[in-house]
């Protein structure tokens, strides 16, 4: 049983239609990357998995099915969702963020054993924790927000565009804490722009254009794909 199945996932909003038909799959601890356009329905298919938005076809996890599931309680069976453009409480400390990350949690033991793996991850975390967020750099505050979403303990943790518009050292850091967090045994569904550091790091592929997937397999496979190669790699 797959750990995540989308079957058939329609998104609209009003009359207009962001998803058409997407179909996916994630397993337990699988590294799944999304790759697309701007305004493919990249963070929409994200969106409909956490249930912050209605959606139609199927959505399960653990065999259990998503649907009519409020967004806390996708929480609560083990889906975080580190969203697009950060959404931090900017006016709030690095800690208190990262603490909201396990609101729903109540065994303080394991809260702080999370709070250690964080810190582990994004040393820097541990130095600014009392830090006003707002005042981070842009690659900081994305740590903050990776960071936010494991506070959650996710057997699925969906990131969106997590490299966009940080400076290359802190790119490389993050790529690089995206591998340590599936190496713990999490599994992870990332949407991102940049295609060759995506196909670096993950096991398999979808790409979607126009509310639809044109591609999917391993990294391996698209990595030589004649249109993956001239569109998305630029080469
Ligand atoms: N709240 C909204 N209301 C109306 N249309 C929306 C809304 N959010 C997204 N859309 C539209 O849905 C389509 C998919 O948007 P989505 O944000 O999922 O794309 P994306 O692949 O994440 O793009 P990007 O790479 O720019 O983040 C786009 O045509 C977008 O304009
Ligand atoms: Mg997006």
Redesign the pocket.
């Known amino acids: 049983m797959p750990l995540l199945e989308v079957s058939d996932l329609r998104v609209s909003?009003?009359k207009?239609l962001?998803i058409e038909s997407v179909s996916i799959k994630v397993d337990k601890g699988e590294l799944i990357g999304v790759l697309?356009?701007?305004?493919?329905?990249?963070?929409?298919l994200l969106k409909a998995i956490s249930r912050s938005i209605p959606s139609q076809g199927t959505l399960t996890f653990k065999g259990q099915s998503l649907d009519g599931v409020a967004p806390y309680d996708v929480v609560a069976r083990g889906i975080c969702h580190c969203p697009?453009g950060r959404k931090l409480f900017s006016e709030l400390s690095v800690l208190k963020n990262l603490q909201l990350g396990a609101y729903l949690r109540k065994n303080n033991a394991e809260i702080n054993a999370d709070l250690e793996r964080v810190f582990t991850l994004f040393p820097v975390l541990r130095e600014r924790q009392w830090q006003q967020s707002s005042t981070l750099s842009g690659g900081e505050q994305q740590m903050v927000a990776i960071g936010r979403a494991l506070m959650g303990r996710p057997e699925l943790l969906l990131l969106d565009?997590p490299s966009v518009g940080i400076a290359p050292r802190l790119k490389g850091l993050i790529f690089d804490a995206i591998q340590q967090i599936r190496k713990d045994g999490t599994a992870i569904l990332i949407?991102e722009?940049d295609a060759t550091s995506t196909l670096r790091i993950t096991d398999r592929v979808y790409v979607?254009e126009h509310g639809r997937t044109i591609r999917e397999g391993t990294a391996k496979d698209l990595a030589g794909d004649e249109y993956i190669r001239q569109v998305y790699l630029g080469v």
């Open positions: 909003y009003g207009a962001a697309g356009p701007n305004g493919a329905g990249k963070t929409t697009e565009e949407v722009q979607l």
